[in-house]
């Protein structure tokens, strides 16, 4: 005889029905709950697939069937639910509707037995077919710490390339959007790779100021420059045997490109002071957000040194593009966060799925986390709603309608900033390279309330 399988019976009536001695006769391992958290409990402990939910047709048990629902539940499993109510109480719309919403299947009491058995062998059945759908691989390695999680079909597709690109030792250049996932990618290879117990080295190239990035890449000697006061092991050296993740590769400076051309086909650098070549061992893994080919094109980025590497590629896509992984993300994080036991908060409502899948993700997983991390800490609610993701329509920046003046402000005042960054705040530099006078701007730094230190 095969093992029994389990099922949840959810019924608030005292009264216990034979159906509980039918239905343990025909294999099903009856487990009962009458309250929510019981009920839960049970969830979050047995394998259920099937739950069978007594109706009373009078209270309102939305909210209670929320709690137990697959969509909003904390718990990681898909559960098919089967009602079973008095007959007269299907005349109430509400009720008709909430059948409509939640339920598999349902049954007026008293139930026919076989018909009932049928129905719930069948709920069984699809539990295991959306289980089998939705978990299949759902991250890329499922012990790792820093998951990666992702069950559509580009993110499945991603996984199998980054299993493929860990294998071999070839540079990889890794395109996407603000907030896809670039670093979790780069170190996802590392960890994969032959590498993996070797450092992984992340430096961004975008945040380095300008006067620094050249000894902060190399190293320097002791009393190389003013203030060398020791040797110093650059990134790159750091990274022997291991991995040097580029970040932001399309902002190294130019003078610098033609060091890196020289690291790439060489496999030696010199610390600045230095004339001694030393032979480093480390595989580059660069990234970038910004559309580089257009940067090669206007050469600001060396075509040679994009060529080296670009050898393999991996484009992440962005989130909007991702079809369901943005609930199973948001649940994801939800799980990862909900640490201090409390369970306040039960998950999200419906609406709050819908406005996620309706959002456009502007800053995609990043804007995602920081979303539903203030959704958990702001909500007063037990399922957290569009206006606690502030995806309700009235705070979200991203619904907000630019004038063309207000986005020609937002990008100049970002092109400043960024050339005060890599200018390492020398003002007559920064203005040099803008082509405009220090006056204009100082006046301009006034108007954007950019201050340097
Ligand atoms: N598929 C995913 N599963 C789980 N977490 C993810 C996933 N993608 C990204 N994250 C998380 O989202 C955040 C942003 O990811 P990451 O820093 O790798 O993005 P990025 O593309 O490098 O961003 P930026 O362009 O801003 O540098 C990180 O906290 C990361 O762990
Ligand atoms: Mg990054």
Known sequence: MSAARNLLFYQTDPQPLPLIDQL?????????????????????HQEIKVGLFQL?????????????????????????????????????????KCIADYFYDYHTLPADRDRLLFSLGHAYGMADMVR?????????????????????????????????????????LITGESGTGKELAASAIHERSSRHEAPFVAVNCGALPASLIQSELFG???????????????????????????????????????????????GTIERVGSREKLYVDARIVAATHVDIDLAVKEKRFREDLYY???????????????????????????????????????GFSDAAIKAMKNHEWPGNVRELINRVRRAMVMSDKRFITPADLGLDGRNDPSVKLMTLDEARSDAEAEAIRKCLRRTDNNISQAARNLGISRVTLYRLMEKYEIRVT
């Open 24 to 44: 343990s006769a025909a294999g099903w391992a009856v487990h009962l709950a009458d309250t929510v958290p019981d009920a839960v409990e049970l969830l979050n």
């Open 56 to 96: 009373d047709g009078t209270a309102d048990c939305t909210d209670t069937l929320n709690q137990l629902h697959p969509m909003n539940g904390t718990f990681r499993q898909h559960v098919e639910w089967v009602a079973l109510l008095p007959i007269d109480s299907l005349a109430a719309e509400p009720l008709r």
């Open 132 to 172: 089998a759908l939705t978990q299949q691989h759902p991250t890329i390695d499922d012990e790792q710490e820093d998951e990666m999680v992702g069950t559509s079909t580009s993110m499945q597709a991603l996984f199998q390339q980054i299993r493929k690109v860990a294998s071999v030792d070839a540079p990889v």
């Open 220 to 266: 320097h000697e002791k009393g190389a420059f003013t203030g060398a006061h020791e040797r110093k092991i650059g990134f790159i050296e750091a990274a022997q045997g291991g991995t040097l993740f580029l970040d932001e590769i399309g902002d190294l400076p130019h003078e610098l490109q033609i060091n890196l051309l020289r690291f790439l086909q060489e």
């Open 308 to 346: 080296r590497l670009n050898v393999l590629s991996l484009q992440i896509p962005p989130l909007r593009e991702r079809g369901d992984d943005v609930s199973i993300l948001a649940k994801y994080f939800f799980k990862k966060f909900s640490t201090d036991g409390s369970n306040r908060i039960k």
